[in-house]
T-cell receptor, first 112, second 115 residues
Framework: DGGITQSPKYLFRKEGQNVTLSCEQNLNHDAMYWYRQDPGQGLRLIYYSQIVNDFQKGDIAEGYSVSREKKESFPLTVTSAQKNPTAFYLC???????????FGQGTRLTVV | AQSVTQLGSHVSVSEGALVLLRCNYSSSVPPYLFWYVQYPNQGLQLLLKYTSAATLVKGINGFEAEFKKSETSFHLTKPSAHMSDAAEYFCAVSVSNFGNEKLTFGTGTRLTIIP
């Protein structure tokens, strides 16, 4: 079955550490996105990529980094520069000419 | 830039009653509009989408929404609420950017169903 796989589902990070969230899709979609979800704030766009080896900052990119070396993969690194990383992170993808995005099941990141 | 306003962060309805979740949008160009549903600790599932083909859009699980340009609204309705409808609902807007769009979300409405 086609879909988007995010791993891990739960992630704990110590202050000062970088962590990487995985996102893989087998939908053959060109575009991929990372959103951050906080209670009462909806979803906010962190980064997006329309093609391999290219990506753009979203509304809240500070403290995050991404790569797009393969069409299927779009990992997100939460760096130590992100001051408040505890949140639910959602990866999504969409196809060129399509309308609407498909979402993964999310990764809940907690700083301990 | 586009934006979405969802009126009411929490809505409670009795089982069997009408569900109405409100969404107003702002966009300088003709928008695409979406409703997504999220169950606890899960991702978002697309309920329905407006792509200018028809103003009344039917989605999954008996939900529908009507695009009203004059009111810049895209309210979500369901005639009869079911316990399984309890979830958080997000309205979103996008404008196509070479076929790959960035979604702008509202802050969500948590729907509670009263038995």
């Amino acid at each position: 079955d086609g879909g988007i796989t995010q791993s891990p589902k739960y992630l704990f990070r110590k202050e000062g550490q970088n962590v990487t969230l995985s996102c893989e899709q087998n939908l053959n979609h060109d575009a991929m996105y990372w959103y951050r979800q906080d209670p009462g704030q909806g979803l906010r766009l962190i980064y997006y990529s329309q093609i391999v080896n290219d990506f753009q900052k979203g509304d809240i990119a500070e403290g995050y980094s991404v790569s797009r070396e393969k069409k299927e993969s779009f990992p997100l690194t939460v760096t130590s520069a992100q001051k408040n990383p505890t949140a639910f992170y959602l990866c999504a993808s969409s196809r060129t000419g399509g309308v609407g995005a498909f979402f993964g099941q999310g990764t809940r990141l907690t700083v301990v | 830039a586009q934006s979405v306003t969802q009126l009411g962060s929490h809505v409670s309805v009795s089982e069997g009653a009408l569900v109405l979740l409100r969404c107003n949008y702002s966009s300088s160009v003709p928008p695409y509009l979406f409703w997504y549903v999220q169950y606890p600790n899960q991702g978002l599932q697309l309920l329905l989408k407006y792509t200018s083909a028809a103003t009344l859009v039917k989605g999954i699980n008996g939900f529908e929404a009507e695009f009203k340009k004059s009111e810049t609204s895209f309210h979500l309705t369901k005639p009869s609420a079911h316990m399984s409808d309890a979830a958080e609902y997000f309205c979103a807007v996008s404008v196509s950017n070479f076929g790959n769009e960035k979604l702008t979300f509202g802050t969500g409405t948590r729907l509670t169903i009263i038995p």
